[in-house]
């Protein structure tokens, strides 16, 4: 494994899973905006399938959220010797992920967010995986 001071299991989680699905997750938007953006809610009554110029810019913003996420903590993972620095990055990543999961809770609705069987595979990565990490 490349050099860091985060032990062997965070490392994996942290160094090379987490950048590698943030990644996916930049790159989705590109490959297929339209499912990208009808797929953020399980069973989305929009079936006409009309994605809005608004709709895709903000697609296009969260993909490049989503790259610079991913760039920033293979940047620390590998740069910094210092314990602080992780424990603060960390602590950045659990706010983000409860608020990231919030918001998906939010825009779904309580009825949706607790149907875990109705789920899609987007709200499995956004709510699911996520939520896994705490």
Same mark, same amino acid.
């Given at each position: 494994?490349?050099?860091?001071? &985060?032990?062997? %299991?965070?490392?994996?989680?942290?160094?090379? &899973?987490?950048? %590698?699905?943030?990644?996916?997750?930049?790159?989705?938007?590109?490959?297929?905006?339209?499912?990208?953006? !009808?797929?953020?809610?399980?069973?989305?009554?929009? #079936?006409?399938?009309?994605? #809005?110029?608004?709709? +895709?810019?903000?697609?296009?913003? +969260?993909? @490049? %959220?989503? &790259? /610079? /996420?991913? /760039? /920033?903590?293979?940047?620390? %993972?590998?740069?910094?010797? =210092?314990?602080?620095?992780?424990?603060?990055? !960390?602590?950045? +990543? *659990?706010? *983000?992920? +409860?608020?990231?999961?919030?918001?998906?809770?939010?825009?779904?609705?309580? =009825? $949706? &967010?607790?149907?875990?069987? =109705?789920?899609?595979?987007? #709200?499995?990565? @956004?709510?699911?995986?996520?939520? $896994?990490?705490?």
């Amino acid at each position: 494994m490349p050099t860091s001071i &985060f032990p062997p %299991i965070p490392y994996l989680i942290y160094g090379i &899973f987490e950048p %590698i699905s943030l990644i996916g997750g930049s790159l989705y938007p590109h490959l297929d905006a339209s499912s990208f953006i !009808l797929s953020q809610i399980p069973h989305n009554p929009d #079936t006409t399938g009309t994605i #809005t110029p608004s709709s +895709l810019s903000l697609a296009y913003q +969260l993909s @490049n %959220i989503y &790259f /610079l /996420l991913a /760039l /920033l903590g293979v940047a620390l %993972i590998h740069s910094t010797s =210092e314990p602080k620095v992780l424990r603060n990055y !960390l602590v950045c +990543l *659990a706010v *983000a992920d +409860l608020t990231h999961i919030l918001a998906a809770g939010w825009s779904m609705g309580w =009825e $949706r &967010f607790v149907d875990v069987a =109705e789920w899609n595979a987007l #709200t499995w990565g @956004n709510v699911g995986v996520t939520g $896994r990490c705490f």
